[in-house]
């Protein structure tokens, strides 16, 4: 089967290309980029992509699939139909499952479920046994097994000794260690500590959780030479230590979940439990180091943390409901309202976040727009206005804030491993 994206604006930073043309795909391979003839647009799928920009498929490093474990709430297979709904063509997914992601058969389980889909599913493997930050797990069998990265997420590396183990043993691989920055000692609330938290009365989470641990991290990774990714950092003081560790020449990088530039703790009056989350919603002082951040390259990517919940359990009181949200299916609607139009950052650096520099971070090749090439790309609509439908998710699960909420600018079709997402369809090409 043939494909022709016509007149489409291909931008990949990666490449230094931003220019329209069309191109021209069969069996999942680049033939054409440039003008094409008469008799290849006759027998071809034709999509008009005018006004639209293809861009290397978007990736996001940081999923929660639930699978194996609690499959009533995601599993590989429709957290992968959510990523492509998207716009995502590569995931990486968070080891805290059930059994924890600490042995090469989990690995090769969830790459088998993962096997003949549209997007790239790669696992992150525990670094510790059970995620207990008491001993190594298995690194190098996890890496013959396929991961791309070690994490303990959804708690941080339990102490120094076996951070800097677990730093020292993953510079073997250039594989990143990807921390959930937070000391539990810290961390007994439901939300961000201050005068919000006093007001509702409920137990708050300093922003010095964060700092402590963020801070932690860097020296050790200077000390070591190591490399160390900062998840879903929220606190101003944790962008601004990155900030002066990456003009050190220190190998630490950070990414940032699309509700810590969006939102504030001042959702929480609500009560409503789809503000809840880990870290928490900070305060406008936080929001603005995170644009700051965003702005001028502290912060390299983009990711969602997506974590489905059951209804039954965010229906809980605050205090006892599960902390996180959806992300897949809104990230790049949010991001381009967000960051684009109003100018925060220009297309070809939102595209950096969401696609080229997850890649950089786990070692994965970027995709080209070359003849030849394999094609894996997202094509991507920034002016298309939306109202978001959360009955309408991929996702098995519902808890999002976004709900209800006017977006501008959706992916409207990816492309990858010879197969196309497009108006809510999977085919092979």
């Given amino acids: 089967m043939q494909i022709v994206l016509k007149n489409v604006l291909l931008i990949n930073p990666a490449q230094n290309l931003n220019s329209k043309s069309s191109l021209l795909i069969e069996d999942g391979i680049i033939k054409k980029n440039g003008e094409l003839d008469d008799s290849e ?29 609690r499959e009533d709430e995601e599993t590989v297979q429709t957290g992968s139909n959510a990523a492509a709904a998207g716009g995502f063509t590569g995931i990486a997914c968070m080891p805290n499952t059930s059994p924890d992601i600490d042995s090469a058969e989990t690995v090769r389980f969830i790459i088998e479920k993962a096997k003949n889909h549209m997007v790239d599913v790669y696992p992150v493997g525990a670094a510790t ?33 076996i951070l800097r183990s677990v730093l020292e043993y993953c510079g073997m691989f250039d594989l990143p260690v990807i921390e959930h920055c937070e000391d539990p000692t810290l961390a007994n609330g439901a939300m961000n500590e201050g005068l919000n938290s006093t007001l509702l009365g409920l137990n708050g989470i300093p922003t010095i959780a964060e700092d402590l641990i963020v801070m932690r991290d860097i020296m050790m990774s200077e000390f070591t030479g190591s490399r160390v990714h900062i998840a879903h950092i929220s606190s101003a003081k944790s962008v601004e230590m990155v900030r002066e560790a990456k003009k050190k020449g220190i190998k630490v990088t950070a990414e940032v979940a699309p509700h810590h530039f969006t939102f504030t703790d001042d959702q929480i009056k609500s009560y409503d439990t789809n503000y809840k989350m880990n870290p928490p919603l900070r305060t406008k002082n936080d929001l603005d180091e995170i644009i700051k951040g965003l702005k001028d390259g502290t912060i390299d990517c983009i990711a969602s943390d997506h974590a489905p919940h059951s209804i039954e359990e965010k229906e809980m009181e605050f205090i006892y409901a599960p902390n996180g949200i959806l992300g897949l299916e809104t990230q790049l609607g949010i991001a381009l309202s967000e960051l684009v139009h109003k100018k925060v950052l220009s297309i070809e650096q939102l595209i950096e976040k969401l696609s080229i520099n997850p890649r950089k971070i786990l070692n994965l090749p970027i995709p080209k727009f070359e003849v030849g090439e394999a094609a ?13 439908d959360h009955s309408q998710f991929k996702s098995k699960s519902k808890n999002s804030p976004y709900d209800k909420r006017l977006l501008t600018g959706k992916s409207i079709a990816v492309i990858n491993n010879k197969k196309m997402y497009i108006n809510g369809k999977f085919s092979n090409i």
């Fill in 41 to 69: 647009i006759k027998n071809s799928e034709v999509i008009d992509c005018e006004g639209k920009i293809a861009a290397p498929g978007l990736f996001d490093m940081h999923v929660h699939l639930r699978e194996p474990g």
């Fill in 376 to 388: 894996n790309l997202t094509i991507i609509d920034p002016d298309f206005v939306w109202t978001v």
């Fill in 129 to 161: 046994l059970g995620r207990k930050g008491e001993a190594l797990a298995p690194i190098n069998e996890l890496v013959e097994a396929g991961i791309v990265a070690v994490s303990d997420d959804g708690v941080a590396i339990k102490n120094a000794s």
